[in-house]
């Protein structure tokens, strides 16, 4: 079986962060006998075929080099700058739909489509494709009708439509009316083969780019909560983004600052190194796709606190053993932490939740369930 995968995301080197995932899916499949080429975007100029990793790679043009930006800089910012990026969107859809076509032409069997926008919009008529949704292209379709209208003829003709997270399937259900059920939600894979197990003593982490979804300041002000009763824990935040300066005047200001520490942007193989140390992570994003660091959390023996709205992330993170969920407030993170940093169980709990993830997101398991996906998409070939 030859699989294209078809995605604006995809790993330009072995420590970028962009589809990381995906590239542990497609060597997890080739493992499985299957052939996987990618179909991705030039990154400003950077383009060409080639080998990454044992993947062939196909990373097309679609613009002068200064302007191809729209993949890699962040897809949701580059629409919004209005016609500049809607018109980079049609030239982006047209590149990867030709290179598809050319694939399916070459002797590919179907096409695994990564977010409906552009991927999804790119598949050429008549190929049979599996069409997963990540997070951000579905967060779309609840509040956006010009999505909806773009998104709709994607869903319908998909032969197999799929989610990350019982969230995002809620998402395309409500708003696509193409019913994702449990057999087609599944997170996407975690390498923890080299994962330590966390050996604790460095206090709470966040993993996150520091944007205003991501809600880093709420862990700050838990930290400062904590130390307003005589519980002194470091915070290091993990990860860079337009928020950092506001954070950082935010713990200044609640006279945390000598308690948080902004790490920066590091690369995936990294993140282990810090869930290593950490005694406890707070994941207080809001309406995520997933969440899958805090699933890498879990994974690591390290326990998790994440908002009762934090979205795809609660299917991973337990209300009790490895895991608490808590209101979206400073006050109501710093209360769960202390209640999980103090119960009886907690060893044994996450341990355990950590082993069933472990193999529950093992590249193998999520590559057998993929294939499974291809099989019924060859059989069905469109649901439209």
């Not at 993170?317 to 202390?338: H, I, K, T, W, Y």
């Amino acid at each position: 079986m030859r699989v294209v995968f078809l995605t604006h995301n995809y790993p330009r080197d072995p420590d970028d962060l962009a589809g990381a995932f995906l590239a542990t899916l497609a060597r997890a499949l080739v493992a499985r006998g299957v052939e996987v080429r990618v179909v991705a975007p030039s990154d400003r100029g950077r383009g060409g075929d080639g080998t990454e990793q044992g993947i062939v790679v196909r990373r097309v043009r679609y613009a002068r080099a200064e302007r191809e930006t729209l993949a890699y800089g962040g897809l949701n910012r580059s629409l919004a700058r209005g016609p500049a990026g809607l018109t980079g969107l049609v030239a982006l859809r047209r590149a990867l739909r030709r290179a598809a076509a050319e694939e399916m032409s070459d002797g590919a069997d179907l096409i695994h489509a990564h977010w409906w926008i552009p991927a999804g919009l790119a598949v050429p008529r008549g190929a049979p494709f599996v069409l997963t949704s990540h997070g951000s292209d579905a967060a779309l379709l609840p509040r956006s009708r010009a999505a909806r209208f773009l998104a709709r003829p994607v869903y319908a003709r998909a032969s197999v439509v799929t989610a990350v997270s019982r969230e995002l399937a809620g998402w395309i259900g409500t708003s696509m009316h193409r019913h994702v059920g449990p057999d087609h939600v599944h997170p996407m894979p975690v390498d923890a083969t080299d994962f330590p197990w966390s050996t604790g003593g460095g206090g709470i982490v966040v993993v996150a780019r520091l944007t205003r979804q991501k809600r880093v300041h709420l862990a700050v002000e838990a930290v400062a909560c904590l130390a307003a009763v005589g519980v002194e824990l470091p915070l290091t935040v993990v990860g860079d983004g337009p928020e950092r300066g506001a954070l950082e005047r935010l713990a200044a200001e609640r006279g945390v600052g000598h308690l948080v520490r902004f790490a920066g942007r590091v690369a995936p193989h990294e993140v282990p190194s810090f869930l290593a140390a950490a005694d406890l992570m707070l994941f207080p994003a809001q309406g995520e796709g997933l969440g899958l660091v805090a699933a890498e959390a879990l994974m690591a023996g390290v326990p998790v606190v994440a908002c009762w709205d934090g979205g795809g992330v609660l299917d991973v993170v337990p209300e009790q053993g490895a895991g608490r969920r808590a209101l979206p407030s400073g006050e109501a993170l710093a209360d769960a932490a202390l209640d999980l940093l103090h119960a009886p169980d907690r060893a044994a709990a996450v341990r355990a939740d950590g082993e069933r993830l472990r193999t529950e997101l093992s590249p193998a398991r999520v590559a057998e369930v993929c294939e499974g996906w291809y099989r019924e998409a060859l059989s069905v070939r469109s649901f439209a």
